[in-house]
């Protein structure tokens, strides 16, 4: 990945996407906002119990940023399920100015509407950002464990097959920052999931322990999902950034004990309306 300094902010790009022009994508930090701990400072979540003066100029700020239009974000309900959404023009700028009008129960949206910033919050759960440059469409996935062992992955890239008759081997996807493997330890109940999900842990589940506790690995659970349904291994780039780790730099739920921001990994098909990160 790719770090780049945007006035106040510091905005992140995955290189096997940037080389794109028919799309821009990013992810942002916690850094650049107006929020005051513990959601200090660049929070795009109004469900966390910020202000909501708060969310929307930090959400004006980003968008201001990236010089994409703020009622042109659209954002989602998030459940931690599998649930993927095509989004049309009517649904642009869902959930932009309060939480109540995000897409409902969704944890994934596919697009091939231009100008619609496609964008999932994160607080140590996964980003997946995908782009199909032969069909000219645009994804991005919200997977935690829940989503990642219900298949929310293998969903998106069925949607993109199915809707628009995207080849899996021409998708490209960024896995972003999230809790990684070094810091994401977990219980036999979950292990358990992810060894039903995978037929086996997959190389997902590192240090168990004789209690039945292990370290969950979702970059290599949901890079494997991406394999499986026929996306290309040099298409994949994951930025084996840990959120828990670099908690200076984004939100993470696990350090910071569950109360905090959220950042943002958004994608949208560009036209000469929208300005280039």
């Not at 996306?231 to 780790?245: A, D, K, R």
Request: glycine share 12%; charged share 20%; proline share 4%.
């Amino acid at each position: 990945m790719l770090e780049k300094k945007m006035n106040s902010l510091s905005i992140w790009g995955f290189e096997v996407l940037l080389k794109y022009t028919g799309a821009t994508h990013f992810i942002s930090t916690r850094m650049g906002g107006v929020s005051m701990p513990p959601y200090d400072f660049l929070n795009l979540g109004f469900h966390v119990g910020d202000t909501p003066e708060a969310v929307l100029r930090n959400r004006g700020i980003l968008a201001s940023t990236l010089s994409i239009s703020l009622d042109r974000f659209t954002f989602a309900e998030q459940i931690h399920g599998a649930g993927v959404k095509v989004v049309t023009e009517e649904q642009r700028g869902s959930g932009v100015t309060e939480h109540q009008t995000s897409l409902y129960a969704t944890d994934a949206m596919v697009t091939d509407v231009p100008d619609i910033c496609l964008i999932v919050l994160l607080g140590d759960c996964v980003p997946v950002i995908f782009f199909d440059p032969i069909k000219n469409v645009v994804g991005v996935a919200h997977a935690g464990w829940r989503g990642t062992v219900r298949s929310v992955i293998r969903n998106t890239v069925m949607v993109f097959q199915e809707r628009f008759g995207s080849s899996p081997s021409d998708l490209v996807a960024g896995i972003g920052p999230s809790i990684g493997p070094c810091c994401y330890e977990v219980g036999p109940e979950v292990l358990a999931q992810v060894e039903n999900t995978f037929s086996g842990k997959n190389g997902c589940v590192d240090n168990e322990t004789p209690d039945g506790k292990g370290y969950l690995n979702l970059w290599q659970a949901n890079k494997a999902q991406l394999m499986e349904m026929g996306v290309l291994e040099s298409n994949i780039e994951l930025s084996g950034i840990c959120t828990c780790c670099n908690h200076d730099n984004f939100f993470s739920r696990r350090y910071q004990g569950g109360e905090t921001g959220r950042f943002g990994a958004g994608i949208c098909l560009k036209t000469s309306k929208i300005g280039v990160p």
